[in-house]
Structure formats: C-alpha cells, structure tokens
C-alpha cells in the first residue's frame, strides 16, 4: 500500500494562496498518476486535478481552471496543488490519491489519508 500524506492548508482570505503538498511513503509513486481531491461540509468527494506520471498531462475541474496548478516532483515522491485566487467555495477538506490518469480519474490506492483542512474567508 502507499500513504498519503497531506498538508499545507490552513486559514486564508479571499484571493489568497495556498500550496498543498502530497507525501507518499511505503512505494514510489512515481509510475502513477497522482490526483487532488476535495470534500465540502455534508457532501461527497469531486475531482480536482490531475497529472499524469510524467508530469506531461494535467486536467482539472472547470471551477478551478486558471487558479490552481497540479505538478508533482517524483525525486520526491510528492505532489503539489498550487491554489492561487481562492474563494469561499474552495473551503474543503483536500485530499490526494494515485491511479491511472483519465476520465474518470481511476483510484488504486486502497486508502486515503487524512486531507488537508483549505478555508477560504471572505
């Protein structure tokens, strides 16, 4: 299995930045693709962004186009959301997970890990 480990959020205001950082550990996650996801308060995950295992493809949900940039560093094995103009609607709980890169975006990673608390005031 791999874990997955977020941080980098926290409290900001509007039109505020965040970077978030996602750290694997038990296997390199360096042949799969690696994608963010969210969860607002009362419902259920959605899709954020994506990259592929190389870095070379990223997609992203249209509320987030132009705002947030996916990439990743495999020397590493961590990936990163960078989160630029936030609003409100961004305040979720933020998770990473692997796969295979597509539509939709296929998990194979058995487990999640905690999420990384993203709060966005007005």
């Known amino acids: 299995q791999v874990q997955l480990v977020e941080s980098g959020g926290g409290l900001v205001q509007a039109g505020g930045s965040l970077r978030l950082s996602c750290t694997a550990s038990g296997r390199t996650i360096s042949t799969y693709a690696v994608a963010w996801f969210r969860q607002h308060p009362g419902k259920e995950r959605e899709f954020v962004a994506a990259i592929s295992w190389s870095g070379g493809s990223t997609y992203y949900t249209d509320s987030v186009k132009g705002r947030f940039t996916i990439s990743r560093d495999n020397a590493k094995n961590t990936a990163f959301l960078q989160m630029k103009s936030l609003k409100p609607e961004d305040t979720a709980v933020y998770y990473c997970?692997?796969?295979?890169?597509?539509?939709?975006?296929?998990?194979?990673?058995?487990?999640w890990g905690q999420g990384t608390q993203v709060t966005v005031s007005s």
């Open positions: 997970q692997i796969g295979q890169f597509g539509t939709p975006f296929t998990i194979l990673n058995q487990y």
